[in-house]
């Protein structure tokens, strides 16, 4: 009787407790808990991979059918908890239990959130989308997805080549544009960069371009940029990287956004359109935005100030219905025996055909219209691969095989594709089995061809039946060596096409990223080698570069060629949309009020993006209709804004003490705001529009600046200043502000 007694109280003792705090009743805080309920959906600005089985089925799923549901707490197999604050103890006070299979499950997990990053790309934002064909590849290729009207969902993720996940986002560095069409005869990958040419001409030299663009290995610094001395001693010894550098220290290397930035299929492809007829291509996205950047100095406040620039607009601009486009284009080429146009080697990586003798053709418009819901499940987990039919660029022959090893060994095993945003929207049925993280259900006995027990399914398709088929390519007869064509060795002609392709002023920046660079580099040697380098791109950029490093210019080792400049190849001279702008509206409680509203309506209204700057967060004026203020004087800087307007000469605000905001310093009574005049200080050498209206211009006066300068308009109303600084905005910056040596 006694143990029996015993028992039952042990028993009694271990079981559970009942939660305190049940759904419904008053929480810590005295309000009631809210009632259980199923998550929240999504916003709307979001979408996820379409609902595909892991073999690419369609499902008819809603996406919340397969994404966590369910209004309780549960184990990963479904078990509902009451508690996940404490461990199972022996005693509250007693050893924790190895029994806790809720506690071993979840540090378990955390553990391997983690996956290995990308040795390179790692750090990436992506979008979901809809490419529409325009029809009019047909007489070169018989790819359905390019015929007239065919809506394709794509999955686009861009990123930068040399940061760790955790780096920034406008460093100098060349940025990914990978894109995955979900078409109906199989997933189509176009993984490009946006710069069209490479550093290397052969993928046996990919590790080396990258460990020497990482961080030192003794000290693993610096994070995410070039300036330091294995990346120049790398470049400086092996030229045919010189082309790819040139355009890294251009503007290129530091894109205003995402939504403005070119992308490049780098290599060249082959198609082959309906008659079996090929032709040999080269990618091009080209967005309807234009192509701007930003200028070095604001990079580098961007990185202290918003590390994350680039995802941000990126995410705002498609929650804010301003959805990014770029038209997809092609450059196309005869597909002749020896692979060459106008001596151009199309199997040269780091050669690009001038668009003067080769125009780009649209073929087709992508819009991103949907944010990611989960950036792990999407922009991490995403995988892609190089492209089809290809060429004998040997490059490329080693991406092929570098990608897929590459995803093995990130997503766990070779089922990655069956992750979601990796599934094909046409049918699979492969024969593969097995393997890390199956999750397809297979069925059938005979995974293997040829077979009678399944009824000799899967059966092989014919050119009439949509199989994909490699073109037959004439291979003449060679030995097997381990050398390049002698077509790879120019590597100065199309560094210097691109030098004399530029404006004075995308010249000089191009002069001070070298300059700043080489400065950061610690070997003299390295910086010697570098300038003879130049010396053969052009003497007047290998004298300004030597001149910023104390060092004497050498003279060129080769006779410079002459080739007639590409303009395609400029960033400056052509207006664009001003789709998704962002406009700083500078105003107090002394401010033109209405003024602000209705130039906000109006820039509203022109499909930018307005956001009033004040002394402090909240509301100013009062009433109905008061303006609410999206930024403050101590928490932004000029690099969030495309123009300023000003509503007024803004009063030095309560905070601006320097102990309480150091950009603040000790003004004058009666001064204007000193982060006012810091903002339009730095605007104004970034080249950015700046207008104003209400007696504003005095901040001028200031901040230095003179109101005849290029891009200043101060106006009698708001409606003029606003009209007065959308031509600077269409053309990007006012590029007549820079002073050159040229």
């Not at 989308?129 to 009019?136: N, V």
């Not at 003004?667 to 970034?686: C, K, N, S």
């Not at 109303?717 to 600084?725: D, R, T």
């Amino acid at each position: 009787m006694m143990q029996k007694k015993a028992t039952k109280a042990t028993v009694k003792k271990a079981a559970p407790a009942k939660p305190k705090k049940q759904a419904g009743s008053p929480g810590v805080s005295g309000r009631a808990a809210p009632r259980p309920h199923d998550p929240l959906p999504p916003k709307p600005d979001q979408d996820g991979p379409d609902t595909l089985s892991p073999t690419g089925q369609p499902t008819s799923a809603a996406q919340a059918a397969v994404a966590q549901g369910g209004a309780y707490l549960t184990t990963a197999q479904g078990a509902r908890l009451y508690e996940s604050d404490h461990s199972l103890k022996a005693g509250a006070r007693g050893p924790v239990l190895l029994q806790d299979h809720h506690l071993r499950e979840k540090i378990t997990h955390f553990d391997h959130e983690r996956i290995p990053e990308r040795v390179v790309h790692a750090r990436g934002a992506a979008a979901h989308g809809i490419f529409q064909g325009y029809g009019t590849a047909g007489k070169v290729t018989k790819a359905a997805f390019l015929a007239k009207g065919v809506e394709t969902p794509v999955f686009v993720r861009f990123s930068t080549v040399l940061g760790s996940r955790g780096s920034a986002d406008t460093v100098r560095d060349t940025r990914g544009f990978a894109s995955k069409f979900y078409t109906g005869e199989g997933t189509f990958d176009l993984v490009g960069n946006n710069i069209p040419v490479f550093f290397i001409q052969d993928a046996i030299k990919f590790p080396d371009v990258i460990h020497a663009g990482k961080p030192h290995p003794d000290r693993e610094i610096p994070q995410a940029q070039s300036a330091h001395d294995t990346f120049w001693d790398f470049v400086s010894l092996h030229t045919e990287a010189t082309h790819h550098t040139i355009w890294n220290m251009s503007d290129r290397a530091i894109p205003r956004s995402f939504r403005m930035m070119e992308g490049f299929g780098i290599h060249t492809f082959r198609l082959v359109n309906t008659k079996g007829a090929t032709t040999l291509v080269k990618f091009h996205w080209k967005p309807k935005l234009g192509v701007h950047s930003l200028v070095w100095e604001e990079a580098q406040i961007t990185i202290g100030t918003d590390p994350d620039f680039h995802r941000r607009d990126l995410a705002d601009a498609i929650e804010a219905g301003a959805f990014p486009q770029w038209e997809l284009g092609i450059q196309t080429f005869p597909d002749t025996p020896d692979q060459t146009f106008e001596g151009i080697d199309l199997l040269d990586p780091t050669k690009l055909v001038p668009e003067e003798l080769a125009p780009v053709r649209p073929i087709g418009l992508m819009t991103l219209n949907a944010n990611p819901k989960n950036y792990f499940a999407e922009t991490e987990q995403v995988a892609f691969h190089p492209g089809i039919d290809v060429t004998d660029d040997p490059l490329l022959a080693g991406r092929l095989f570098s990608y897929l090893d590459t995803q093995i060994s990130r997503l766990g095993g070779p089922n990655f594709g069956q992750i979601p945003v990796n599934r094909p929207h046409s049918p699979v049925n492969d024969m593969l089995r097995d393997g890390m993280h199956q999750t397809a259900v297979h069925a059938g006995a005979a995974p293997y061809r040829p077979n009678s027990l399944d009824g000799g399914c899967p059966f092989l398709a014919g050119a009439d039946t949509g199989a994909f088929i490699e073109v037959p390519v004439e291979l003449p007869a060679a030995r097997k060596v381990r050398e390049a064509p002698a077509s790879f060795d120019d590597h100065f002609t199309q560094p210097r096409l691109f030098w004399l392709s530029m404006t004075p002023v995308e010249r000089e920046h191009i002069i001070a990223a070298y300059t700043f660079e080489l400065t950061k580099c610690n070997e003299q040697a390295v910086k010697e080698r570098t300038l003879s380098v130049l010396a053969n791109i052009d003497p007047h950029l290998c004298e300004e570069v030597a001149t910023g490093l104390g060092l004497p210019a050498p003279a060129p080792t080769r006779p410079l060629t002459e080739p007639a400049p590409s303009p395609a190849l400029s960033q400056v001279g052509g207006t664009w949309p001003l789709d998704g702008r962002v406009i700083g509206i500078v105003a107090d409680a002394g401010s033109d009020l209405k003024g602000v509203r209705a130039v906000r309506n109006a820039v509203l209204k022109a499909g930018m993006v307005p956001l009033v700057i004040a002394p402090t967060g909240g509301t100013l004026g009062t009433g109905k209709n008061p303006v609410t203020v999206q930024r403050t004087f101590a928490a932004t800087r000029s690099i969030e804004f495309d123009a300023l307007l000003l509503a007024g000469t803004p009063a030095a605000a309560a905070d601006a003490r320097g102990a309480r905001d150091s950009k603040a310093g000790a003004p004058d009574p009666g001064d204007p705001d000193p982060r006012v005049v810091l903002l339009l200080a730095e605007a104004y050498r970034h080249g950015k529009a700046i207008g104003g209206w209400n007696d504003s211009s005095r901040v001028l006066q200031a901040a230095g600046i003179r109101e005849d300068d290029p891009g200043i308009e101060f106006a009698g109303s708001p409606a003029a200043a606003l009209k007065g600084i959308t031509q600077g905005l269409a053309e990007h910056r006012a590029w007549d502000r820079f002073p050159t040596s040229v």
